[in-house]
């Protein structure tokens, strides 16, 4: 091999792996700079628990998943800023945050709403360090978000070199891995539990046979990780090498199950107030199916007590439904859902929570009719089609089927809600010290 050749062998592939810092609590800032600097924690639906945290409020001591009335005292005497999750406004700074990324390669791959992987295979020639704190500093300004960036030869490693970059003050948000000498120092430092796809089970397990970090792993034999962890374990173990297993994907296979449930704001007894949440999932669901073109055969309601409450009799049940054609119409799967939901529902019990869960998803131009199908599906598919776009238009909740209800006592808590700056005009932020 030339030394041309081998230069090409090496430097096939390049990765980067943006992630934004501590997401939730960064979008709250960035329309509110007097809380730089605070403590600020996101709490999840229905203000439960804590699902995100400046660094401040980590510094405090306050945990991943803290129950919220575990430091409402702190949030009292202002030491805590605490807002109710505002997903419109993340979803939004989201997409602002992708759009800038992919200013500065065509090929991306959005991971989850606050990671997104680059491929920076034809950059190898530049110089890689100043293009990656470009793109951090060029997000920062266009978006307002922190980020932090790894790059690597595999994805695996970008996942490790972005978490060392979070970490390390000394690199202090960018990590750049290509020389063999760094990528062993950082495999070295990560622990075998924070390598990306290795869960707890494996860790353990991991642990056990004296691998306890991302170099111990790499340099174990192809053999044993393929029979104690399949193929996948195997994969992994060439990525941390350097070997590139796992490509970009750029497009999002359609999901295969949605699932939409919610606790509700109080407990819940009469069968109709159920009845209106669960049917609003219903719909939720149906949306989603449409958005990703695809039609579901099975629907499973499932509803639930508070498991939390002692003083409660405790109940749950699930119940799944064949429907006779595959659908994606807000009337079906509400009408499925209602039968399901009245087959499970008991009286007397204090419901916390329900769901709707839709499988055997498949194509909307693939579903197969039935001879003896009463339902005029083209006017179906009409009727979601402008009811779609008056939700696009006007936003959620102005056009819907009556069986969702209208006054929602079961609607979730949010206290706490930031307004949503980016899409609702009449919750633009106010400029106020222009004169
Ligand atoms: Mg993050």
Not at 352 to 375: A, F, M, R, W
Request: hydrophobic share 40%; proline share 3%.
């Amino acid at each position: 091999m030339d030394t041309a050749q081998a230069s090409e062998a090496n430097m096939t592939s390049l990765f980067g792996l943006v992630d934004c810092n501590n997401f939730y609590a960064s979008c709250e800032r960035v329309f509110n700079p007097a809380l730089n600097g605070k403590a600020v924690v996101v709490l999840s639906n229905n203000d439960g628990c804590v699902i995100a945290r400046s660094n401040e409020a980590k510094a405090l001591g306050i945990q991943m998943g803290e129950p919220f009335f575990k430091i409402r005292n702190l949030v009292e005497h202002n030491y805590v800023h605490a807002f109710s999750s505002n997903y419109v406004l993340y979803g939004d700074m989201s997409d602002r945050v992708m759009q800038t990324l992919s200013q500065f390669t065509p090929h991306v791959e959005v991971y989850s709403i606050d990671e997104c992987f680059l491929d920076l295979g034809d950059f190898y020639d530049i110089d890689l360090f100043s293009y990656a704190w470009n793109i951090k500093k060029t997000v920062g300004q266009w978006t307002g978000i922190p980020v932090s960036l790894g790059v690597a030869p595999t994805k695996a490693l970008a996942k490790v070199a972005n978490k060392l970059a979070k970490k390390s003050k000394k690199a202090n948000g960018v990590l750049v891995l290509t020389e063999p000498y760094h990528i062993q120092k950082a495999l070295e430092a990560t622990k075998i539990e924070d390598v990306w796809g290795v869960g707890s089970q494996y860790a353990t397990f991991l642990k056990k046979h004296n691998i306890h970090t991302a170099l111990d792993f790499s340099i174990a034999s192809e053999n044993w990780v393929r029979k104690h962890m399949t193929v996948v374990g195997v994969r992994l173990l060439k990525e941390l090498r350097g070997e590139s297993c796992l490509e970009l994907e750029e497009i999002t296979p359609p999901k295969k199950g949605i699932c939409t449930s919610r606790s509700f704001g109080t407990k819940l007894t009469k069968l109709d107030d159920v009845l209106e949440a669960t049917a609003s999932y219903a719909a939720r669901c149906a949306k989603k199916l449409r958005s990703q073109k695809s039609c579901a055969r099975l629907i499973t309601v499932f509803v639930q007590t508070n498991r939390y409450s002692e003083n409660d009799r405790q109940y749950y049940n699930s119940k799944t439904i064949c429907m006779p054609v595959a659908t994606n119409s807000d009337i079906e799967l509400i009408h499925y859902a209602t039968l399901a939901l009245k087959a499970i529902y008991k009286p007397n019990y204090f419901y916390k929570k329900s769901g709707v869960i839709v499988t055997e998803i498949i194509p909307e131009n693939h579903i197969q009719y039935d001879l003896l199908d009463t339902v005029d599906r083209d006017k179906h598919s009409r009727l979601m089609k402008v009811m779609d776009g008056l939700t696009d238009r006007f936003g959620r909740s102005k056009v819907m089927v009556a069986a969702q209800g209208v006054n929602k006592d079961w609607i979730l808590r949010s206290d706490y809600k930031s307004p949503c700056y980016t899409t609702r005009i009449a919750e633009l932020p106010v400029v106020s010290n222009l004169i």
